[in-house]
Each structure stands twice: as C-alpha cells, then as structure tokens.
C-alpha cells in the first residue's frame, strides 16, 4: 500500500475532534500492543466523505490491547475505568478490551467459541467489515497503521462482511444501523 491512502486517513484523524484527542494523549492510555481500531475510525471517514458532522453517528471508541500475562476481568475493567477518567470530557464511550482474553467470554455472548488471538493485529483482521478491521496508533513517524484487507474499503466507503469471525446476522445488523446514518453507504451483500 502506497503513502497516498495513509496520509489521507491522517489527514481525518487529525482533523476529528474525536480521534485527535485520543491519538494526541496516547501516552494516558498505556497498554501493550495498543491501538485505536474499528468503528470510531471508520465512521468519522465516513462523515467526512458524506459531509457529516465529525462525530456523527459514533456511539463509542474502541480501544484494544493484547495482555496475554494478565487474563483477569479485574484488571481490563480497572484500565477501562483509569482511560474513561482520562478522557472524561469526551461525549462518546470510551470501550477498552485486551483481545487476549476475548475468547473467555465470546461464546456466551455470541453462541459460539473462537480461537484465541495470539495479538492485536490477529483480532483486527477478524473484525466484522474490512472497513472497520483498522487499527491507528501514534508512532515515530507519524501514525501508525493496521489494515489487514488495505484501505480503500474505508476510504471509498464501502461495507463489505469479513466472515472471518462473524455471521451473516451480526453482519446484517450492523449494515441496518449504518444504514440508518449513512445511506451513501456502498454495501456489499453477505452473498456476494
């Protein structure tokens, strides 16, 4: 992947209020293997490319890490309520999880088990669209970037299911809901 599509996804970042404020106090978030990932990112683009507000439609930020040391809900729950103080004056929840310990709870949340990550960028790559399996973090030079099926998914708006994890109902519910706040949106069907 070329520089041109990531300087473009900086450029929104930097230009949300919502993201800036998350990447530019990075070092208050503290946590392994840590990114910014999914929706937030997703639809503030999406807000851009449709003339949105920038904070239109985005319910929470997504913030994950991979812990594989420490397993304990105690411990994900402590750095969750230490990061939600941090940015406190932000009008979105702030939503922490170390994707190391997912699969001790995702069968009784989803119906059935996975296997477990073996790091962040293996937990993004099974996020539910392409779009939205994206991660940012600051880094030397500038942001940092996951992207595991690229960028012009996210950056031409289109929605397309990753089955990597998901079913087809998880998928169908999320589309209903962007949908919903972004009618522009290019979705690709399950089928397809």
């Not at 708006?157 to 169908?172: D, G, H, L």
Request: some cysteine; overall charge negative.
């Amino acid at each position: 992947m070329g520089s041109e599509p990531l300087l473009e996804l900086q450029a929104i970042a930097s230009e949300s209020p919502l993201l800036s404020s998350v990447l530019g106090n990075w070092d208050k978030i503290a946590l392994p293997d840590c990114w910014l990932v999914a929706g937030a990112i997703a639809q503030t683009v999406w807000n851009r490319a449709f003339a949105f507000p920038p904070a239109h439609g985005i319910n929470d930020i997504d913030i994950v890490y991979f812990d594989a040391d420490d397993l304990s809900e105690d411990t994900e729950a402590e750095h969750s309520a230490r990061i939600r103080q941090a940015f406190s004056g932000l009008p979105v929840w702030i939503d922490i999880k170390n994707e190391a310990r997912v699969h001790l709870w995702y069968e009784a949340r989803f119906g059935y088990p996975m296997e477990p990550y073996t790091s962040t960028a293996d937990a993004i790559a099974t996020f539910p669209t392409t779009a939205t399996a994206i991660g940012l973090r600051p880094g030397l030079a500038g942001l940092e970037l996951c992207a595991p099926y690229g960028l012009s998914d996210l950056l031409g708006a289109v929605v397309r299911p990753n089955k990597a994890q998901i079913t087809r109902e998880i998928y169908e519910r999320k589309v209903d809901r962007w949908t919903s706040l972004w009618p522009q949106l290019e979705i690709i069907g399950w089928d397809r």
